[in-house]
């Protein structure tokens, strides 16, 4: 599957079934046999001590930028739980305010 391809069924994935976490985008990419898995990180735009997700390769991280700066999706902050159903956590401490310190947001899109 193309790039192109992956966008749009990952779009309709997530607007079918909402409140959709990383770990579950990750899931949705190892099905359809895409290479995530990198060294990069998705940060805040405008507080890079606040991670939303890690150990993704650019162009995994490019593609859900592109999305979102396209407002094809949305992402917002969701509790802790919804990622330890998952089965997945960061080993950063989870957001709590603005600190000095690297910092997860857990995040579900829309």
Request: proline content about 5%; hydrophobic content about 40%; glycine content about 6%.
């Amino acid at each position: 599957m193309n790039l192109e391809g992956i966008k749009f069924s990952l779009v309709k994935m997530i607007k079918d079934k909402g409140g959709v976490s990383f770990v579950e985008i990750e899931n949705f990419f190892d099905e359809i046999g895409f290479d995530y898995r990198g060294e990069e990180q998705l940060n805040s735009s405008k507080h890079n001590k606040i991670i939303y997700w890690s150990d993704w390769n650019k162009q995994a991280c490019k593609l859900i930028t592109e999305l979102l700066k396209n407002k094809q999706i949305e992402m917002t902050p969701t509790p802790l739980w919804v990622y330890l159903v998952d089965g997945k956590v960061l080993t950063v401490p989870v957001y709590e305010k603005n600190k000095p310190f690297e910092q997860w947001l857990p995040v579900e899109f829309n």
